[in-house]
DNA sequence: CTGATTTTGACAACCGTTTTCATTTACGCG
DNA sequence: CGCGTAAATGAAAACGGTTGTCAAAATCAG
């Protein structure tokens, strides 16, 4: 019944980061899987519903999902370059945000938070900026 | 020959919280400006490309403008109800920010951070989750 | 086995955004 | 002032990700 949805499920938890569903999709094609796109897109949702996996907006606003280890609340730390993204958690953060909506008189407060940057990987193994291609 | 850009980013001044690019094409229509989407979508662009606004995606992958007060970092609480926005400055969260993605090894860090709730004036006016029809 | 119910997926519809391209407007110069 | 070139404009088409439609397939109950 859920099959498909358990097959989503594993691609996403055998990536080191953000996936987005086209590229789920792809790649479940290219393992020989028969599933539609469709599928894909309503199996993510589910799994976005049931809190099994995080999702996030790229700048482009591409939907991509991640099999996280943790169900509490969590922001990410994601490398913009190969997209291996680090659970992080701020408490000092939450409590800041919290406040900060109170002391102006809001209520019901959330809030997103993401970090991005180059990992050590990627820093070391792509400069092209440097020596581009100076003979 | 900015005279657009102007027009656009005087709607912009005009509201109270971000809005989307349809929204201003349409207003400006509504008060008789004789504009094209297109033109609206590359003046928000120019716009956002020079910082005279801030851009966030909504959580249905829309772009949303808004003039801001401060060209300076900052962040925003966001009334979900009725749009209105505060800019709000962190400093300990930047540099929290910083420090983490430092201590996994990554440079050149980003961050996004918005904060959402229900302003006061929301809150009074609107509870509607009470007493819905019940006779 | 048979009929009801759910799941699936090919395909079309959607919607915000971007591109294309012909037209208009603005500007510099003779 | 007139003309040519460059920039700006906008209608319409293209695009890309996502969602809806609906009939076929799989699953389940009796």
Tied chains: 1, 2.
């Excluded at 953000?18 to 020989?32: C, K, L, N, P, W």
């Excluded at 939907?63 to 490398?79: F, I, K, P, Q, T």
């Excluded at 000092?92 to 909506?101: D, F, P, S």
Aim: a neutral charge; aromatic letters at 6%.
């Amino acid at each position: 019944m859920s099959n498909r949805r358990d097959a989503v499920h594993a691609i996403l938890r055998q990536s080191e980061g953000f996936r987005s569903a086209q590229d789920v999709y792809a790649e479940m094609r290219a393992e020989g899987a028969k599933i539609g796109l469709t599928t894909v897109y309503r199996a993510l949702q589910a799994l976005a519903d049931t809190g099994h996996v995080d999702v996030l907006r790229t700048d482009d606003g591409e939907s991509v999902y991640r099999a996280c280890a943790s169900g509490d609340h969590h922001h990410h730390l994601v490398c913009r370059r190969c997209g291996r993204t680090v659970e992080v958690a701020g408490p000092a953060v939450e409590r800041w945000a919290e406040t900060i909506g109170s002391e102006h008189g809001f209520t019901e407060i959330t809030h997103t938070l993401e970090i991005f940057g180059t990992c050590a990987s990627c820093a070391t193994a792509a400069k092209p900026l440097r020596t581009p291609s100076r003979a």
